[in-house]
């Protein structure tokens, strides 16, 4: 008997408006407390690093980062629900590892809320290291939660 294993082609293409529907939708169902709309538009109208991560048609996940001297600073990394835990965070962190090198980049930075072990876990992995916190940060549904401070040295 032999297995038969299907292979995925997926790439990257550049966030833009006209997928921002699509996007907004995933991140309602990825968050309790989403990125809006019109948080993604401002971020491709400052011109920040914004990138989906398609097989196909299918939108597996999306990161949006923005650059600063010498560092950049993850502002959203999300894996479409249906999708999570099959490495396509990994991928999207290695897509943004090599962009930030190629922009001159040092560090990467990115803020995790306190209840996000998953997420956690898989940047501790991937190599960042907790650096510090920063206190009620995020909106929760008791008021604020905290930050964790991750960086990775490129």
């Not at 948080?39 to 996940?61: I, K, P, T, V, W």
């Not at 099959?86 to 990115?110: H, K, P």
Request: glycine share 10%.
């Amino acid at each position: 008997m032999s297995a038969v294993f299907k292979t995925v082609e997926a790439g990257f293409e550049p966030m833009t408006e006209a997928r921002l529907d699509e996007v907004v939708a995933i991140e309602r169902a990825a968050y309790g407390h989403p990125w809006t709309r019109g948080n993604f538009a401002d971020s491709l109208r400052s011109g920040y690093h914004a990138q989906l991560l398609c097989a196909g048609e299918q939108l597996l996940g999306y990161f949006v980062a923005m650059k600063g001297v010498d560092e950049v600073h993850l502002l959203n990394i999300t894996v479409t629900p249906a999708f999570q835990g099959q490495g396509w965070g990994r991928i999207m962190l290695d897509a943004l590892a090599l962009w930030a090198r190629a922009e001159g980049a040092q560090w990467l930075w990115l803020e995790v809320r306190t209840s996000n072990a998953r997420a956690q876990q898989v940047y501790q992995r991937y190599g960042y290291r907790r650096v510090g916190e920063r206190k009620n940060y995020y909106p929760a549904e008791d008021g604020r939660e905290d930050a964790i401070v991750m960086s990775y040295k490129l």
